[in-house]
């Protein structure tokens, strides 16, 4: 079967595929009024190359990585939602808690939230703590809730009781009768099902939000790929079907970055790195991990200020990236990001009407991209017009070219600089242990002066460094995870005494799995535990072991710089990770030969400046490069998916698996 990676993403969509040995690219500027666009353009455009001439009806296996779940709630363009939940708690998800983001803008207001006074509806009916019935269903008050919710408009409705999670019947119960109004309805206790109701309810508005939004996009995608099997990238790390992906959309709001993340972790464990940092830097945001030989996992994400508490990897965002624009502050001085040019219009250099200067022009004028090779050549530069637009704005701010064009640099990284420390330094790990993976299409320009602003010693580009993302799907696994809610005390829990436990939530694992085509031999499961010392408000997430409580102290330690081992702990919450294995592509190893490059991979040179100083800079075709050989700084490395800067005092060298790795001098 050939299968094939899809990312989306705010510029480009990516493509790779896998047919037995043989592999394949494309990339395509995105469409973000209709994402499909993009990927029904690359799609045809992979089958024609591979002599099957339509897309429909040829059995592929789709792996995609969406943004339409994102782009929903960033845009705040979901469908009207409504909300049913315990008479007297429907501004739960107004309230919130009390954490403020900007705790000292005098002048700020808060967002409406998506779910309006008028969508919100209690009902009658209690279960306690405990999971008992104390109150109840009213279902004729329930029933006059159904009306008015028929009456409202609402397309979508959300439903969220207390408790749920410990007994589900009187929200089931509400789901049986709410199926009557033919609209999207998610259960907290099928989306989340655990403590927290704020976070909870928080989670379950979000998925109703974007559900339909994801559902019709699915569909239409699917119906012009019928014939062949779509899957969805979850945020993870794991993919999903299609038919989960539209009931349970909130799983997918980090689908892209997630395939990213899985194959950083697995092409840098074959170079024989555990320890990363991944810098995914696209055209429109820069996003950020740490991985210590495995993905991490975290349970308080939130998007657009809506906390999100399924699964995700661990991912640091920021709007940095090649498309982000540069501007003039209110005080004069000079801007870069978070506004991006997008795939339209673009960078000026794009030729589609972009006026404003981005990171790709600084880069281009100051020779650091090839025009000629840009995307393999298959895409042509207007490299005058960046030039027109980089003078324009340094005569504006009374700047050299130069220096303009430097210092829209510099401020991109000083940005993406900060975005690695939050989930470094601010976490207690140092950067210069670990190794800079860096991915995305316009990482590799921006990588070796990142790690040297870090003090890291080293960088690792794969290859194809513009499609990793795509790469990572094609090595996800099938994965689900679910939890239950306990509040046991720690030392009452042995090895055994959860085993029950996680054998029922194991089989439930098994039968979602079994729904999704997995075979039984193909499946593993891995335990967690929520711990936390008794009277905090925060859990961290424990392997199930012989002795969870020494490994609960070890991980606060490692975390919070301390450990009180005379404080009683809590398991609060049980996890499983249900893996499905699938077939993943493997990558040739190649042995190592000369240091010089062969003759053939030298395109010529050209100059470049690095702090103000122009450099006669060689040019070398990455697909003529051989595992051993080595190229010393200032060079420029073109490929079809980036484009790679190697500055002075850098040495760039190939391994066995083709990767480049950036050795910084001190």
């Known amino acids: 079967m050939i299968t094939i990676g899809v990312d989306t993403g705010g510029t480009f969509t990516d493509f790779i595929y896998k047919d037995g040995a043989r592999t394949g690219t494309y990339k395509t500027l995105s469409t973000p009024h209709n994402p499909s666009e993009a990927v029904l353009r690359g799609l045809t455009h992979i089958v024609r190359e591979l002599g099957l001439g339509r897309v429909d009806g040829c059995g592929l296996a789709i792996i995609h990585g969406s943004t339409v779940a994102t782009n929903a709630i960033l845009e705040r363009k979901g469908v009207p939602t409504a909300l049913v939940t315990n008479a007297g708690f429907t501004d739960v998800i107004e309230i919130g808690r009390q954490n403020r983001s900007r705790l000292y803008d005098l002048a700020y207001v808060r967002d409406p939230h998506i779910v309006p006074p008028g969508l919100r509806f209690g009902v009658d009916g209690r279960v306690d703590s405990d999971g008992r019935i104390i109150a109840p269903l009213d279902e004729e008050g329930l029933r006059e809730t159904v009306a008015h919710i028929r009456e409202s408009g609402a397309q979508s409705v959300a439903v969220c009781l207390l408790f749920s999670f410990l007994r589900p019947e009187h929200e089931k119960r509400v789901g049986e009768l709410l199926a009557k109004l033919d609209v999207p309805v998610s259960l907290s206790h099928e989306i989340l099902a655990e403590f927290r109701e704020f976070e909870r309810t928080s989670t379950t508005v979000v998925n109703a939000y974007v559900s339909p939004i994801m559902t019709r996009y699915l569909t ?100 940095a990236g090649g498309g982000s624009m540069a501007s003039i502050d209110p005080g004069g001085s000079l801007a870069v990001g978070p506004e991006s040019a997008g795939a339209a219009p673009g960078p000026v250099c794009y030729g589609k009407s972009g006026t404003t200067v981005t990171v790709t022009d600084a880069n281009l004028y100051l020779g650091r991209i090839v025009p000629e090779h840009f995307l393999g050549g298959g895409m042509s530069l207007d490299e005058p017009g960046a030039r027109r637009a980089v003078d324009a704005l340094a005569a504006t701010l009374s700047l050299d070219p130069v220096e303009l064009a430097e210092g829209v640099l510099a401020i991109a990284n000083a940005n993406m600089e900060r975005a690695i420390r939050v989930i470094s330094v601010e976490k207690g790990y140092d950067p210069r242990e670990f190794t800079l993976l860096s991915f995305g299409g316009a990482g590799g320009m921006h990588c070796a002066e990142l790690a040297r602003l870090l003090s890291m010693p080293r960088v690792l580009i794969p290859q194809n460094p513009g499609l990793l993302s795509a790469v990572g799907m094609l090595l996800a696994d099938v994965i689900k995870d679910n939890s239950r809610t306990v509040m046991l005390d720690a030392a009452d829990c042995s090895p055994t005494s959860l085993d029950g436990l996680f054998k029922e939530m194991e089989a439930q694992g ?14 593993s499961f891995e335990r967690l535990l929520d711990m936390r010392y008794q009277g905090q408000s925060f859990e961290i997430i424990v392997p199930h072991g012989s002795d969870p409580v020494e490994t609960f102290q070890q991980l606060h330690e490692k975390h919070y710089g301390h450990r009180n081992p005379g404080k009683p702990v809590e398991v609060v919450n049980l996890r499983l990770r249900s893996r499905g294995h699938q077939e993943k592509p493997t990558f040739p190893v190649r042995p190592e030969g000369t240091p010089t490059p062969s003759p053939a991979a030298l395109l010529g040179t050209r100059p470049a400046i690095f702090g103000r100083t122009s450099h006669d800079t060689a040019i070398f075709d990455r697909s003529a490069l051989k595992p051993g050989n080595v190229i010393p700084g200032p060079a420029i490395i073109t490929e079809y998916s980036s484009t790679i800067v190697v500055p002075p005092a850098t040495t760039a060298r190939t391994d066995s698996h083709s990767n480049l790795l950036l050795e910084l001098e001190p």
Do not use: C
């Open 220 to 319: 239409d995608l699917r119906e012009a790929t019928r014939g062949n099997t779509l899957s969805v990238m979850q945020s993870n790390g794991g993919s999903i079907s299609a038919d989960t992906a539209m009931r349970e959309s909130v799983r997918t709001i980090l689908s892209g970055p997630a395939g990213g993340a899985v194959g950083a972790l697995e092409l840098g464990a074959a170079a024989g790195f555990g320890k990363l940092i991944t810098f995914d830097m696209g055209g429109t945001s820069t996003d950020v991990s740490l991985m210590d030989s495995a993905l991490p996992l975290t349970m308080q994400s939130s998007i657009a200020g809506y906390p999100v508490k399924v699964p995700m990897i661990d991912i640091h965002t920021v709007g």
């Open 510 to 523: 098994l039968d979602e799995l079994r729904a999704e085509g997995v075979r039984e031999e193909q499946v």
